[in-house]
């Protein structure tokens, strides 16, 4: 059974160090700080995200399941994401079930510290994750410059 997600001091404490590194631009690789919009205040909510790359493209997971800074997401449709000086605003396309088991599974191969929240091992196959899809949404990152 896969453990639930909870924000305890010791988290809080990990991830204002990480955000901080990550301000100078000193992490985790593929490790950066996501900014969303409140829905419903407007103010602006920064946490580290690790993404998953795969064949040119960047995946966001929400390996935790549906928090506060997924529904941001999905009611912004963009994030922005920051390491360093480097800044991006990004659009937001979910992936179905059948497509996100792959990036999960990669997901949960790279990021060792967040398999206990998930019920498939890391050397389950891809269907195996995407059972688990509606718990851990996943979304591709796209550009929004034309």
């Known amino acids: 059974m896969a453990r639930t997600y909870r924000l305890s001091p010791a988290r809080r404490a990990l991830n204002a160090l990480v ?30 995200v690790t993404l998953v790359e795969r064949d040119g493209q960047q995946y966001l997971v929400a390996p935790y399941g549906e928090v506060a800074w997924v529904r941001n997401a999905r009611a912004a449709g963009e994030v922005e994401l920051a390491r360093g000086r480097r800044r991006e605003t990004l659009g937001l396309e979910p992936l179905p079930a059948g497509e996100s088991g792959a990036i ?6 790279e990021v060792a510290v967040t398999r206990p929240f998930f019920d498939a091992r890391p050397t389950d196959p891809p269907e195996a ?12 990152l796209r550009s929004l410059a034309m």
Do not use: I
């Open 19 to 48: 955000r901080t590194g990550l301000r100078v631009g000193v992490g985790p690789p593929r490790t950066w700080l996501l900014t969303v919009v409140g829905r419903r205040t407007g103010k602006r909510y920064t946490t580290p």
């Open 104 to 109: 999960l599974r990669a997901y949960a191969q």
């Open 129 to 140: 994750f995407a059972a688990e899809a509606d718990r851990h949404p996943a979304f591709r």
